[in-house]
């Protein structure tokens, strides 16, 4: 059975960093594409990030995220990370982890909320 | 990065109607078009990909077409577990982009 579980979220102040983690059973980790969609209360899904599979792994932000905000994976581990710094109140969101196969997601994670607040 | 732009943001509909989803792609995507429901509390769920193939598990009730810039999907006899929020999403260019989502509720 393919699972996805994020964890890592939680209040964070703003201007504040956090690091979340998604660790994936069910399938070989490293031989997928996987990515980062939030969603904010009561709004629509927003792209963060992504990472390709294989050596040398290739990374896509959305243009509200790059630079602040970086993707990587450990395929040992079968862990995918989003280190996101500077963080703004309208990064308040539910972070979900998300596999790719070809070119659509087939699996997404339950999702972890992130706060940022004052 | 490309923008899709879903029609309607929300619709009203009873048991048993045809009700048809529209979007648009800022550029054309070819084919690269997939379609995602989600209920309240829950994650996304995969419906369609490459615009018109149906995720296993799907009801057949559940079509898609279009090609280019501009997509739909069609329920085509609504049932009670289809009332959830509907979005589409290009995977042509990245960053992959989402519509703003159609919700669909009860009349």
């Known amino acids: 059975e393919v699972q996805l579980v994020e964890s890592g979220g939680g209040l964070v102040q703003p201007g504040g960093s956090l690091r979340l983690s998604c660790l994936v059973s069910?399938?070989?980790?490293?031989?997928?594409?996987l990515h980062w969609v939030r969603q904010a209360p009561g709004k629509g899904l927003q792209y963060v990030a992504g990472?390709?599979?294989?050596?040398?792994?290739?990374?896509y932000y959305a243009d509200s995220v790059k630079g602040r905000f970086t993707i990587s994976r450990d395929n040992p581990k079968s862990t995918l990370y989003l280190q996101m710094s500077s963080l703004r109140v309208d990064d308040t969101a539910v972070y979900y982890c998300?596999?790719?196969?070809?070119?659509?997601?087939?699996?997404w994670g339950r999702g972890t909320l992130v706060t940022v607040s004052s | 990065d490309i923008q899709m732009t879903q029609s309607p943001s929300s619709l009203s509909a009873s048991i048993g109607d045809r009700i048809t989803i529209t979007c648009r792609a800022s550029?054309?995507?070819?084919?690269?078009l997939n379609w995602y429901q989600q209920k309240p509390g829950k994650a996304p769920n995969l419906l369609l990909y490459?615009?018109?193939t149906l995720q296993s598990g799907v009801p057949s009730r559940f079509s898609g077409s279009g090609s280019g810039t501009d997509f739909t999907l069609t329920i085509s006899s609504l049932q009670p577990e289809d009332f959830a929020t509907y979005y589409c999403?290009?995977?042509?260019?990245?960053?992959?982009?989402f519509g703003q989502g159609t919700k669909v509720e009860i009349k």
């Open positions: 998300v596999k790719q196969i070809l070119r659509y997601f087939d699996y």
């Open positions: 069910g399938f070989t980790f490293s031989n997928y594409a």
């Open positions: 990472i390709s599979s294989g050596i040398g792994s290739k990374t």
């Open positions: 550029q054309s995507i070819s084919s690269d």
């Open positions: 490459a615009t018109s």
């Open positions: 999403q290009q995977s042509y260019y990245t960053p992959w982009t």
